[in-house]
């Protein structure tokens, strides 16, 4: 989680959403990671997620990243739950609970639906959630209008 961190204060100094995402193979190397640049991509789907799960497929050669881990600082949102799953990702650890936009637990529960074709990954919430909220809370005050902003919570039960 720290180098996803790491990647969130990065997109943060380029103007981007403070979110950093790391995918770490079976072995714990890094093989891919990413933060927010859908701004300097004009990209809307240049998450962080999305960013470090393309980044992990080139490297590996493969769309399927089984015996992976995602690992996170905000809850991922629908599109990037989606990602997860068409990865074949077996494990998600987030840090911030989204609790506008969440789909790995807080406003919907994507990835543990089991009506989906795919197997249910594990997903751990919370980890240095406080810090990764912190980072949002931060981007976002004095940056838009108040409660327009995405709701974060470091708190696990939200």
């Given at each position: 989680m720290r180098l996803a961190l790491q990647e969130a204060r990065l997109a943060a100094a380029e103007g981007e959403i403070p979110v950093g995402a790391v995918l770490l193979g079976p072995d714990g190397d890094v093989l891919g990671s990413g933060r927010n640049a859908r701004r300097a991509t004009r990209d809307p789907s240049a998450h962080a997620e999305i960013v470090a799960l393309r980044e992990a497929a080139a490297a590996l050669g493969d769309r399927i990243l089984d015996d992976c881990t995602l690992v996170v600082t905000l809850e991922p949102c629908v599109m990037c739950a989606g990602a997860v799953l068409a990865a074949r990702l077996p494990r998600l650890v987030f840090g911030a609970w989204d609790e506008k936009a969440g789909a790995a637990g807080s406003v919907y529960d994507l990835l543990r639906d089991g009506r989906l074709p795919h197997a249910v990954?594990?997903?751990?919430?919370?980890?240095?959630?406080?810090?990764?909220?912190?980072?949002?809370?931060?981007?976002?005050?004095?940056r838009r209008r108040p409660r327009s902003g995405p709701r974060i919570s470091g708190d696990p039960a939200r």
């Open positions: 990954p594990e997903v751990i919430g919370g980890v240095l959630a406080d810090e990764s909220a912190a980072l949002l809370d931060g981007f976002f005050r004095g």
